[in-house]
């Protein structure tokens, strides 16, 4: 429980509740107005303590198991591939791409400056500034083609979350993969009332809903914010999705392709190397 690279390790979790409580009187009146209160605005043990809550879950499950689920993504990343980590706070995942796949090109980008900032300093601590570089840019304003675009347990903190997925698939090259994850939640409250969802609710109040309040839209997902309401975003924002969901977490994966038909079989999609079959593929109208 104390090892910071084993998946069962949540001391970033108790850091991240620490954190939060200097700002519940303004998020309390910032519910009042409507205001929202944006992750930049919290305690520095919120920013760290995320870091350190999600890492242990990408050291073990990214290069691992999430990659290994979408099809034909590996070997594009192990020959060398342009690779774009949004929402990528202080780099945890942008770093860990970099140290498994050294011939891709990775890309992190953030909308908070003192993130990216964190970031380039550890990406200089963990020898890597010459195979990734960060940016200070939205998942609105990004700019580049890319071949992986990854959305890590951020996608439900966006105002716009539709608008960022217009604005990747704009931005995919042919071929191009949006991976999406997010923590796993039922699309009915009733089913979400257990210890876990529990947290993620709390959670949810206090940074992510906040967070999409401060931003234009306000779409306001939130932490549970369930299958059906993913799927509605990011197929109405235009492409076609393929998708199985796992157990413990939601992994989506979205193809920009140039053929008409999108078979069966085309993609597999799962949170671990035991993948399921994929259940269905839908097409979405092209915007381009």
């Not at 071949?147 to 966006?158: E, G, I, Q």
Request: one cysteine or more; glycine letters at 10%; aromatic letters at 8%.
């Amino acid at each position: 429980m104390t090892d910071e690279t084993s998946p069962a390790c949540v001391i970033g979790a108790f850091e991240i509740a620490v954190g939060s409580v200097y700002a519940t009187d303004t998020i309390a009146e910032r519910f009042r107005t409507g205001k929202g209160f944006s992750w930049g605005d919290h305690d520095a043990h919120v920013l760290g303590g995320c870091e350190r809550f999600f890492r242990p879950g990408y050291l073990n499950n990214l290069a691992n198991a999430w990659i290994l689920a979408l099809d034909g993504v590996e070997a594009k990343l192990r020959a060398g591939a342009h690779v774009a980590d949004v929402g990528c706070g202080h780099g945890a995942s942008t770093l860990l791409l970099a140290q498994e796949y050294p011939a891709s090109s990775i890309v992190g980008f953030d909308a908070h400056e003192g993130s990216i900032e964190a970031a380039r300093k550890r990406a200089a601590d963990a020898g890597l500034a010459d195979r990734v570089r960060f940016e200070v840019a939205s998942a609105a304003t990004f700019e580049g083609a890319f071949d992986l675009v990854c959305f890590f347990d951020c996608l439900h903190d966006m105002g716009d979350p539709a608008g960022a997925c217009a604005h990747t698939r704009d931005h995919l090259a042919p071929g191009g993969t949006l991976m999406l994850i997010e923590p796993f939640a039922n699309d009915d409250l009733s089913d979400n009332l257990n210890p876990v969802g529990a947290a993620y609710y709390g959670f949810s109040t206090l940074l992510c809903t906040p967070s999409s309040l401060s931003q234009d839209v306000g779409a306001a997902l939130g932490a549970q914010a369930g299958e059906s309401r993913l799927r509605e975003i990011v197929v109405g924002a235009g492409s076609r999705l393929s998708d199985g969901w796992p157990r413990r977490r939601s992994t989506s994966c979205w193809r920009r392709e140039h053929r008409e038909v999108c078979p069966d079989d085309q993609l597999q999609v799962g949170s671990d190397r035991r993948l399921r079959p994929l259940s269905r593929c839908l097409d979405g109208q092209d915007r381009r």
